[in-house]
């Protein structure tokens, strides 16, 4: 390509740079244009909501970005400055990957979390001895709220790693209760009481209907276990419901007299003293 007025080697050389310019340009306008629609109906294929999104549409952008400059440069004829910079940025990538490892590990983590979705913003999860509300999810971290309202940091591979349990994850969610009363207590009448207790609450669900099964035979009480239903979970509606079903049944219990037993313990022995030779007896006539 030969520019008026300017030698030859100075044309060529404006020539490549305008050529690589409208390439780039080209190649990023293209891939805006027709890849990112792409990405964003794959991430709305699997259900994700916005804020999860964000963070894909952002790695798919940076994608585009080093897609477009990779062609512009070999549509200019820059091979081998292209291939000088491919062999820099392999070992800036190697020595980047042994520094970061950690970081690495927690953005696939990530990634793995956004497309597997174990668990979205506003779900309930228990993982270890932790658990809380998740209130942020990035590529590197997760943001998750307890239920002493303590942020909790925790990196992704933490979560990918572990056994994570999520009781909201499902429309439908079981509790279970031990009732314990004593080994006098009519256990017929007992059950009859916790089951009307749960027939009655509104927020108890009567299909799958509640059960009780007969489950310990401890030391002071018999373990009755009341298992039930819940729809649309949270940690709220758990704890709210099942206080309110335990304290009817606990005033039904009372007016029927029916005894929920505490632990008794019986202590048994002796002193015995030793080594008392030299402990002075009372003198005669002394008090």
Known sequence: MEVVGLDAPLAGAVGSAITFVVAFVAIYLLGRLFLMPLVDRLLSARDLDMHARRPLQKLAGILIVFVAIGAAFAFAGYGNILTALATIGAAATLAIGFAMQDVLKNFVAGVFIFTDRPFRIGDWIEWGDHAGVVEDISLRVTRVRTFDNELLTVPNSNLTEDVIKNPVANDELRLKFVFGIGYEDDIDEATEIILDEADAHEGIMS????????????????????????????RSDFVRIQGEYVTAVKDRFDDAGINIPYPQRDLHGGIELSNVEGVAEPAAGDD
């Open 207 to 234: 299909d799958p209907e509640p059960s009780v099964r007969l489950t310990e035979l401890a030391d002071s009480y018999v373990g009755l276990q009341s298992r039930f239903w819940i729809d649309n979970p949270s």
